[in-house]
């Protein structure tokens, strides 16, 4: 385990940042592109039958486009500079919450990592303690106390509010928040997942990482009537995802599950799961799923991407091809640069 959260080493971003998975929002696709003639080749006919049909609409695609990968390109030192502002001019409501105490922490989420922490405890002995979903190996549980939650939300409405600079989490949800930017991942993310999410993983996900995580991404996202109201069906950048339902009052928005990302859309049946205040979903990343729209109120949801650099650094899973690095800052997209050997040998629980 780490000392204060520092990471453990040098972690990079895969090349295919600034080229995949730009997400359209007019026409919910995700697409890639290179270069224009590559983008034309592949997207012009589906993009026509999506209801592009003008030059207009064309040029306004591609100006988009052109905004995103601009963002990513710049993305680290513009995350930086406004984490910076951040620590100076923001003043937390609730400062206690940026803090990972176990008071905060389910009785059940507890129990749960006391047994996955005993020296006879198997993957079966955990599934009698978690409720698995309709989806395959999608579980949920009890994650934090309601009184925890209502404050974290209270923390994050009172940083929304405030004049400190924001980045949104991703080209998919436009309201919500960058938990490392606000300062959460030192003393609540990485002991959170070190010392209770890893032990439940290693035991339910082995085969994707489960024993080795090593980084994450942990955002914030608002699902409101005037803002987002839903998420279009996609993977998450992770091995392992966990996403919290963190309140407020609202109706519906539900999830909803496929199948993993290599089958195909047409041969999948959904499963719908209900997302409860103060319960975790825990899920594979590769594994396709959406949010219904809320028809009331506003919801807030704490998602943290679980990333292992020893599956990852073999097979970026958002291009599916061997990942192409470049350095970058924090845990950035989970990638490092490991011996032959280490690559090729087995996670271990650390």
């Known amino acids: 385990m780490t000392d204060k959260g520092e990471t453990r080493c040098q972690f990079y971003t895969c090349k295919c940042f600034t080229t995949d998975n730009i997400f359209l929002k007019d026409y919910r696709l995700h697409v890639r592109f290179v270069s224009e003639q590559q983008f034309r080749l592949d997207y012009l006919t589906l993009l026509k039958k999506l209801g592009c049909d003008t030059e207009e609409q064309w040029k306004d695609v591609l100006n988009k486009i052109s905004q995103e990968v601009d963002r990513r390109r710049c993305l680290s030192v513009t995350s930086a500079g406004r984490a910076a502002a951040i620590k100076d001019m923001y003043q937390p409501l609730h400062p206690h919450v940026y803090h990972l105490q176990e ?38 549980f009890p994650v934090f106390e309601k009184s925890f939650c209502e404050e974290l939300v209270e923390e994050l409405e009172h940083f929304e509010q405030s004049a400190a600079p ?13 938990l490392n930017e606000l300062g959460f991942d030192e003393g609540f993310i990485t002991p959170l997942r070190e010392q209770y999410l890893q032990p439940l993983t290693a035991l339910l996900y082995p085969d994707c990482g489960g024993r080795c995580l090593d980084s994450h991404k942990a955002f914030v996202v608002k699902y409101d009537m005037n803002e987002d109201l839903d998420l279009s069906y996609h993977y998450d950048n992770a091995e392992i995802t966990l996403n919290v339902s963190l309140g407020k009052d609202f109706t519906d928005g539900n999830l909803y599950f496929g199948d993993m990302r290599q089958v195909p859309v047409s041969e999948t049946e959904c499963s719908e799961v209900e997302h409860r ?37 073999q097979l970026c899973p958002m291009c599916n091809r061997r990942p192409s690095l470049e350095e970058d800052e924090g845990f950035a997209d989970g990638f490092t640069k490991q011996s032959e050997a280490l690559m090729n040998s087995s996670c271990v629980l650390t």
């Open 166 to 178: 924001k980045g949104r989490p991703n080209t998919m949800n436009h309201y919500g928040i960058l």
């Open 277 to 313: 205040v103060t319960e975790g979903l825990l899920h594979r990343g590769q594994h396709m799923h959406g949010a219904l729209p809320i028809s009331s109120g506003q919801r807030w949801n704490l998602i943290i991407w679980m990333r292992a650099s020893q599956e990852r650094n």
């Open 103 to 140: 008071s905060y922490l389910s009785t059940k989420l507890k129990q749960i990592v006391e047994y996955c922490r005993s020296s006879d405890a198997t993957e079966d002995g955990l599934l009698d303690l978690l409720d698995q979903e309709a989806a395959p190996r999608v579980y949920h």
